[in-house]
């Protein structure tokens, strides 16, 4: 099938950036380049993304922004056109994810500490937020980033409505629900999970039988793994650095992703330039080796598999590169990714999503 990939980026002089919007590529074999499809320009920093595969809605936050676009996807092309825009429910959105029926969408506000959920019509249009929730943290000791809550991603469970938000600025890990029918959440209070203090929980992702989390700490450069307990939520089991015992600069941890074939955890190092591979234990689900590899570039903000899980797909901001890295693991066996392939070269990439089409759509 056919694949398109999306590539968000960073666009203002504020930012000192070089992206134009959001740029659209036909995904080729593994090895070669990318070929250009559309660039949607006059876009304010489209810096996360994601698609809603049924609709066929790629939805955009605008970072520093308040507000989120919608793009309808054609189908046989790949090509983007937009639908609208909304109020994100807050400042400076920074991450997104769908309710399990795809009835709403929701934000995290990076700036304002919130988190927003906006009514989806039928067509995939969105309306305006419906309910904000508001995390009360209170913030870490680093001075600079820890001004207040700062939730920078949105994690659904699988199967439910349950929603997790690691809290950059606050030091913690939130879990709320949301109920789809009253468009709601449910807490006033969202119950929550503590980090430790600096750690700065940036990103996460779920063991594949759903019973730990793994997250990305990115201002200590950890990884903290959380176990859920009996009654659903979670609390602290292990904690590993992120960096070599022989790395003395400045780094922080980005993006994470896991290859469940092989129970590899995937998490990108701005300053060391680096993913840390990390081999899961089958048995424990705990951390079981450490491996690096060179980002292949600068700034590595953003990491994930692509549609196919056979690659790892890096966006290198500073570099204006997104890297490509085989995946060696058909047979489930653990072994680092191979040599990357300059997959695209385009300004502040901060994120990539994909949308795969049939052959049915191309004959249209």
């Known amino acids: 099938m056919p694949t398109f990939a999306y590539i968000g980026c960073r666009t203002t002089r504020q930012r000192a950036a070089r992206g134009q919007g959001i740029e659209v590529y036909l995904m080729a074999a593994p090895g070669e380049g990318w070929r250009p499809v559309q660039s949607v320009d006059g876009l304010e920093n489209p810096s996360y993304l994601i698609v809603e595969p049924c609709r066929g809605v790629l939805y955009a936050v605008h970072g520093d922004g308040s507000e989120v676009s919608a793009f309808r996807i054609q189908p046989a092309s790949g090509r983007l056109a937009l639908m609208g825009r909304q109020s994100s429910g807050g400042r400076n959105p920074v991450h997104l994810c769908m309710t399990k029926d795809a009835d709403h969408l929701v934000v995290a506000n990076y700036a304002t500490g919130t988190v927003a959920a906006l009514p989806v019509d039928d067509d995939g249009a969105l309306a305006a937020?419906?309910?904000?929730?508001?995390?009360?943290?209170?913030?870490?000791?680093?001075?600079?980033e820890q001004h207040g809550s700062h939730?920078?991603?949105?994690?659904?469970?699988?199967?439910?409505?349950?929603?997790?938000?690691?809290?950059?600025?606050?030091d913690r890990v939130w879990m709320a629900d949301f109920d789809s029918a009253t468009g709601c959440w449910q807490q006033q209070t969202p119950w929550h999970a503590a980090a430790r203090e600096g750690a700065g929980p940036r990103h996460a992702v779920l063991h594949p039988d759903g019973w730990a989390l793994y997250v990305a700490n990115e201002l200590d450069s950890t990884l903290t793994t959380y176990a859920f307990t009996s009654e659903q939520r979670f609390s602290s089991l292990h904690v590993i650095s992120l960096l070599p015992e022989s790395f003395t600069g400045n780094s922080r941890a980005a993006g994470?992703?896991?290859?469940?074939?092989?129970?590899?955890?995937?998490?990108s190092n701005r300053g060391h330039e680096s993913v840390t591979c990390i081999a899961l234990d089958r048995d424990t689900g705990l951390p079981a080796s450490r491996h690096w590899i060179s980002a292949g570039g600068e700034t590595p903000r953003f990491i994930t598999l692509d549609a196919s899980a056979r690659q790892l797909i890096v966006a290198n901001e500073t570099s204006d590169t997104i890297q490509a890295f085989s995946l060696h693991d058909a047979d489930g066996k653990w072994q680092l990714p191979g040599l990357p392939t300059t997959a695209a070269r385009t300004g502040s990439p901060t994120c990539v999503a994909f949308y795969q089409t049939d052959n049915r759509s191309n004959s249209q």
Do not use: C, W
């Open 129 to 144: 937020p419906g309910s904000v929730l508001a995390l009360p943290g209170q913030p870490g000791p680093h001075r600079t």
């Open 151 to 170: 939730p920078h991603q949105v994690l659904r469970l699988p199967g439910a409505n349950r929603f997790v938000f690691p809290d950059k600025g606050a």
């Open 256 to 267: 994470i992703a896991l290859e469940p074939r092989s129970m590899t955890l995937y998490i």
